[in-house]
């Protein structure tokens, strides 16, 4: 089992500040970091057009039954206010 200053060192070198490898911000790494980034995008698995638009299409469709709703309820209590306070 791993010593508590060996997890601390640890942790320390996963969050980048390992006062041996100095600064956290380094103009030299922006490359590494971008190629870094690069490589993650080519692991993501996009969806389908057909699932996409799909998915859109009901979100819409929920958008507009629940401002519907919503306008209806907001239309209703503000006339039944505006009734209570005459």
């Known amino acids: 089992m791993a010593s508590k200053e060996d997890r601390l060192a640890k942790s320390k070198k996963v969050a980048g500040n390992d006062p041996e490898q100095?600064?956290?911000?380094?103009p030299g790494r922006i490359k590494e970091f971008a190629n870094e980034v690069k490589n993650e995008f080519g692991k993501?698995?996009?969806?389908?057009?057909?699932?996409?638009v799909g998915t859109t299409a009901v979100v819409v469709v929920l958008v507009m039954i629940?401002?519907?709703?919503?306008?209806?309820?907001?239309?209703?209590?503000g006339k039944i206010i505006g009734y209570v306070l005459r």
């Open 22 to 26: 100095g600064s956290a911000f380094r």
């Open 66 to 77: 629940i401002s519907f709703y919503l306008g209806a309820v907001d239309l209703l209590l």
């Open 44 to 52: 993501i698995v996009w969806p389908a057009k057909k699932q996409t």
